[in-house]
């Protein structure tokens, strides 16, 4: 029992702390959505802040805002890049100011998974700076702060800077500056973090790189007990741009002063050198361990020449590793840089390094380089100090054990954004792997590398809101590589901008857009023969014989005349993206549908199949009032079409034949018992075997949610009481309920979640998706009795099926476009897991966001619950016992008893 008990405990523990470290961080980051061009809208440009690395976990603090530079940052909080997934957070931490939490020019490292705060700056209640000379813990659990280790000045008043900062075992290394009247003194001071107490203290000496020199400095732990020598480098940074005065100290603790140095230095690389050139100008200079070798990185705002480019070259970011040698005897002992590789960002509008010839390097000079000696970076702007101080934008930190990220600020070339505004990114560099170096990169700024697309991307989901088409958002893949795709037809408006007309003669138009890539391609299917464009149709995505392939059913549209027309039995297919060896477009009419033709919905399952609910369709033509004649009389000529919803499901095969598609005969999906009423605007969902086994559905399930009873397809105008009076809405239902349709037994139950009370409100033209035991449904519209309105739903809502019964769960999207107000337009809502950058993708309205992923949570339960689900009949039917419900072979097969499904959960079974 002990051993059982002392198991749950690990595992609980290892539970909390993933929770807290990283699933979203805290609820603030959790429920926040940005645009999907700048992942990084909750982050501030900053300089002077502190970074750490924990695991995979990076972790900014502090600083000074870079587009105000005067102004520190005014919170505790932390922003925090997962870097497995490139998805950034903000954590909340609480704030202490007789601790000074609130900090700039301070350094942050790592000791037994705590954060340490070393020393920096605080304005005081007047604006002065004042410095901070202790070290600060952090318990990130409990995301509280306390006192480490207070220093006292020498001399009472004193000024003291740390200038750098590191952990060598158990050992706190600190590099610090004392403005002595004398002469400032560089000083080298171990502490040791178990006593708190200072074991040793050296001076570097005078006169080498002082305080308005903006130096870099940087300790190199050559030790893990922190007892051996160690090597510290000071830089000095020039606002002209010479080459930069490097100074080496190796801290020996022997001889009277127990430091050595300056040390002789040397650079040296293999490729051939070129006369000129300066260094560029040094951003950041980081000696550090890089899969245990001593490496020191540099990073420069630098000249590159191409064969296109002008004379004086190209402006660049780059990033120069060199290997780290010291060697020679006690008194002439030197350090040697070896160049081991180049990081060369790509200059605005180039996709490639084609072209390079040069570059001049730090620590070099100019050498001579072709396109294949570089690693490129992506484009994150004009990377450069801050014009106003001369500090760097930029700060770079080790990744133990796999390479190194570059946190800076950038500005976007004036023909990708007017406004010249810092913008955050962050760079990953990955050099654990066997062969080059691997480059990750977020930054809204890299999206100007494909800026037309980029505007392409957002045109297709702003047509796709206007035009009301219903195409909703989709997963498919290209090269391995999730895509988000979006789909739409493109709109013309009148000159005033007030009408929004469909131009019939432009192509559709597509948009595949790589979140972790950032960058988006468009594509158009300008074969469209015979396609209607229509209104509210119903699609799905499902890849057959390797190619993915977007679904579209339905829709209804005017005529030349003006007369209403649908789609009913009419199923189109677009290879996405369109492939030269297939069709682009084709359409098939399949007889005998009644499924409406407006506000279906569809799920698509792999191996080719369609599943297909409900909707609307024209039941008649009946005379409407529509104006007056000349005599001044009712004009009833006009015959308006009069809808209604069906309940049917139906579900056909998508097969392949030499680069064409084609659909097998309809098949009619029986109802034993009572069904979902006849509705529009659902949602229709499939559930993986994986999942649904439990419930004792063999085979997969349909999962139906949301939708309602009203007879109107124009649902903008609708919602917005322009076709119909404010009061019939109260005519309209919402169904709340969850309906499962058992594939192998042909039959609709009613599931009911273990906590009926957070279940979402009656959703319509909502979208819901399927990922990693999570049913994830986003957007559309909810019915508001007080005041008696249709509002947009900006919330994200969750069923969690990671529990014995599931559980709904509310995951609010901040900062959407127009959240929770009265409905001015179509919804067009939309959602893509992207469990890669750990983000979901939302389309809202006239605009595409990324919000985080949700997280599966798993609550331990020792009593079984009454009820998880109903029949039709209306028979209640626990989750667990469904199980007993589905052939008595598979019950032999899986357990003895036929209530226990695989013992999985004890609390489940009844023998």
């Given at each position: 029992m002990a051993s059982r008990l002392g198991t749950l405990l690990v595992v609980l523990l290892v539970a909390v702390?993933?929770?807290?470290?990283?699933?979203?961080?805290?609820?603030?980051?959790?429920?926040?959505?940005?645009?999907?061009?700048?992942?990084?809208?909750?982050?501030?440009?900053?300089?002077?802040?502190?970074?750490?690395?924990?695991?995979d976990m990076a972790f900014f603090h502090g600083g000074i805002l870079s587009n105000d530079p005067t102004t520190p940052v005014n919170n505790t909080a932390f922003e925090v890049l997962d870097l497995r997934t490139m998805a950034p957070y903000v954590m909340e931490v609480e704030e202490n100011r007789t601790l000074a939490t609130t900090r700039y020019r301070h350094h942050l490292v790592v000791w037994r998974g705590k954060i340490l705060a070393v020393g920096g700056q605080q304005d005081d209640a007047s604006g002065a700076s004042q410095h901070v000379i202790n070290v600060l813990e952090l318990d990130i659990n409990r995301r509280r702060w306390q006192l480490l280790k207070q220093f006292t000045q020498p001399g009472g008043a004193v000024a003291i800077i740390f200038d750098a900062a590191v952990v060598a075992g158990g050992q706190l290394l600190v590099v610090f500056q004392s403005l002595d009247p004398a002469g400032p003194q560089r000083m080298f001071l171990s502490l040791d973090l178990n006593s708190k107490e200072v074991e040793h203290n050296y001076n570097l000496g005078r006169g080498t790189v002082q305080v308005l020199d903006w130096p870099h400095v940087g300790i190199l732990a050559r030790g893990k007990d922190g007892n051996h020598s160690h090597l510290v480098v000071q830089s000095k940074r020039s606002s002209t741009g010479d080459k930069q005065a490097m100074f080496w100290f190796e801290v020996t603790g022997k001889g009277v002063s127990g430091v050595e140095g300056p040390l002789r230095w040397t650079a040296a690389t293999t490729h051939k050198q070129l006369p000129g050139g300066k260094g560029g100008m040094l951003l950041w200079l980081s000696p550090m361990r890089i899969i245990g070798q001593p490496t020191l990185v540099a990073v420069s705002s630098t000249a590159a020449r191409f064969s296109w480019s002008k004379p004086q070259g190209e402006k660049v970011l780059l990033v120069a590793v060199f290997a780290i040698m010291v060697s020679g005897p006690p008194d002439q002992r030197a350090v040697h840089l070896a160049l081991t590789s180049l990081m060369m960002m790509l200059p605005f509008g180039r996709a490639h390094l084609k072209g390079l010839q040069s570059a001049d390097v730090p620590l070099l000079r100019n050498i001579e380089l072709d396109a294949a000696d570089v690693t490129a970076l992506p484009y994150v702007g004009d990377v450069d100090l801050l014009s106003e101080l001369h500090s760097s934008n930029v700060l770079m930190q080790e990744w133990p054990e796999k390479g190194f990220i570059i946190r800076g600020s950038g500005l976007a070339d004036y023909r990708c954004?007017?406004?010249?505004?810092?913008?955050?990114?962050?760079?990953?560099?990955?050099?654990?792997?066997k062969h080059d170096s691997s480059v990750r990169c977020v930054s809204s700024n890299t999206w100007c590398a494909t800026y037309s697309s980029m505007l392409t991307a957002s045109k297709v989901v702003k047509d796709s809101a206007a035009l009301e088409s219903g195409a909703g958002l989709h997963l498919v893949e290209d090269n391995g590589k999730r895509i988000v795709l979006a789909i739409s037809g493109q709109r013309r408006t009148n000159p005033g901008g007030q009408l929004v007309i469909l131009d019939e003669t432009a192509p559709l138009l597509g948009a595949m857009i790589d979140i972790a890539d950032n960058s988006a391609t468009d594509f158009e299917v300008s074969d469209v023969k015979g396609y209607t464009f229509p209104l509210a149709v119903a699609t799905c995505t499902l890849k057959v014989a390797g190619y993915w392939l977007y679904v579209e059913y339905g829709g209804w549209h005017y005529d030349d005349q003006g007369t209403t027309k649908t789609n009913t039995g009419l199923f189109t297919?677009?290879?996405?993206?369109?492939?030269?060896?297939?069709?682009?477009?084709?359409?098939?009419?399949?007889?005998?549908?009644?499924?409406?033709?407006?506000?279906?919905?569809?799920?698509?399952?792999?191996?080719?199949?369609?599943?297909?609910?409900?909707?609307?369709?024209?039941?008649?033509?009946?005379?409407?009032?529509?104006?007056?004649?000349?005599?001044?009389?009712?004009?009833w000529s006009f015959l308006a079409p009069v809808w209604g919803a069906t309940d049917q499901l139906y579900y056909v095969k998508v097969s392949e034949s030499d680069g064409s598609y084609g659909l097998g005969s309809l098949q009619h999906l029986s109802k034993i018992g009572m069904g979902p009423a006849a509705r529009s605007g659902h949602s229709l969902t499939l559930l993986p075997a994986s999942i649904t086994l439990e419930m004792g559905m063999a085979e997969g399930a349909l999962l139906l949610y949301g939708g309602s009873n009203t007879t109107e397809p124009q649902v903008s105008q609708f919602a917005t009481n322009t076709i119909k009076p404010k009061e019939m809405l109260a005519d309209v239902a919402l169904d709340t309920r969850v309906w499962l349709y058992d594939l192998a037994r042909d039959t609709w139950a009613v599931m009911k979640p273990s906590n009926p009370a957070d279940a979402p409100p009656g959703l319509m033209h909502h979208r819901a998706t399927f990922h990693d035991k999570q049913l994830i449904i986003f957007g559309g519209y909810k019915l508001s009795h007080k005041p008696l309105s249709i509002m947009a739903s900006p919330d994200m809502y969750i069923l969690d099926f990671t529990e014995q019964i599931p559980r709904w769960r509310k995951a609010p999207t901040d900062n959407?476009?127009?959240?929770?107000?009265?409905?001015?337009?179509?919804?067009?809502?939309?959602?893509?897991?992207?469990?890669?950058?750990?983000?979901?993708?939302?389309?809202?309205?006239?605009?595409?966001?990324?919000?985080?992923?949700?997280?599966?949570?798993?609550?331990?339960?020792?009593?079984?619950?009454?009820?998880?689900?109903?029949?039709?009949?209306?028979?209640?039917?626990?989750?667990?016992?469904?199980?007993a419900c589905s052939s008595r072979r598979l019950q032999r097969k899986r357990h003895k008893h036929p209530h226990c499904w695989g013992n999985r959960r004890a609390s489940a079974c009844n023998p």
């Open positions: 702390w993933t929770c807290l470290c990283y699933s979203g961080v805290d609820a603030k980051s959790s429920k926040y959505a940005c645009e999907f061009s700048n992942r990084l809208c909750q982050w501030q440009a900053r300089y002077a802040f502190g970074a750490a690395v924990i695991g954004q007017r406004l010249r505004h810092w913008q955050p990114f962050v760079i990953q560099v990955d050099l654990s792997g297919i677009m290879t996405v993206p369109p492939q030269h060896n297939r069709q682009a477009m084709q359409q098939q009419q399949l007889p005998g549908v009644m499924s409406g033709a407006a506000w279906s919905a569809l799920a698509c399952a792999s191996g080719g199949t369609i599943y297909l609910h409900g909707g609307l369709d024209i039941a008649r033509f009946e005379p409407q009032e529509s104006d007056y004649d000349l005599d001044g009389k009712p004009d959407l476009e127009q959240p929770g107000t009265p409905a001015l337009g179509y919804p067009n809502s939309g959602v893509v897991p992207l469990p890669h950058v750990a983000a979901v993708a939302l389309m809202s309205r006239s605009k595409l966001y990324l919000a985080p992923m949700p997280q599966t949570w798993r609550f331990l339960q020792t009593t079984s619950s009454s009820g998880a689900c109903s029949t039709s009949s209306g028979q209640q039917v626990a989750r667990s016992n469904l199980r």
